[in-house]
């Protein structure tokens, strides 16, 4: 009866042994699995708030040149003012657009305004200069230099400030980006 005895408690005990690693097996695994996906969720995410960064330089930048072969055009009489119009317009919407994706993911500074609206000016100005009669030119040239220039820093800084956002958001030291 000893052995008996012995053979149904290893037989129970070796049921409950399957039992419980064919529960915890698929469990452990599944948490994994899920640990995996947040992961690659966090990633895409990053990815993500770094893109948006990115294309919001992008048009930033893709304005201020534009405000400065809007002007040299201007300079040597050969701007076209609806071409200009219709390029600014479209760098204004964009960049509002993507100053809005900024803000939605608790990025965006009140730089963002600040550099939006010097952007704004210089368009205006140079559309203006463009129909100066030409004794008026040399002075509003040297404004709108300057008022270019100004937009050329607080682009850098709005960058450097958005960047600072962006890092820490996602964790990720971006510092060797150049603004």
Excluded at 40 to 47: G, M, P, S, V, Y
Excluded at 145 to 166: F, K, N, S, T
Aim: charged share 30%; aromatic share 6%.
């Amino acid at each position: 009866m000893d052995s008996a005895l012995i053979g149904t408690i290893c037989g129970f005990a070796g049921t409950a042994t399957g039992a419980a690693l064919g529960y915890f097996g698929p469990l452990r695994l599944e948490r994994r699995r899920q640990e995996s996906a947040k992961e690659a969720a966090t990633e895409n995410q990053i990815a993500l708030d770094l893109d948006r960064y990115v294309q919001a330089r992008v048009v930033a930048d893709l304005w201020l040149d534009l405000l400065r072969r809007a002007l040299e055009d201007a300079l040597m009489q050969r701007l076209d003012p609806a071409q200009f119009d219709t390029e600014s317009t479209d760098h204004s919407k964009e960049l509002r657009l993507r100053t809005a994706e900024l803000t939605h993911i608790g990025v965006a500074t009140v730089r963002s305004g600040t550099l939006f609206n010097l952007l704004r000016n210089a368009t205006t100005m140079i559309k203006r200069f463009d129909i100066l009669p030409v004794e008026e030119k040399q002075q509003n040239e040297l404004d709108i230099r300057e008022i270019i220039m100004r937009c050329q820093l607080e682009r850098g800084q709005w960058a450097e400030l958005m960047l600072e956002h962006v890092r820490h958001r996602t964790g990720r030291d971006l510092a060797l980006i150049d603004y």
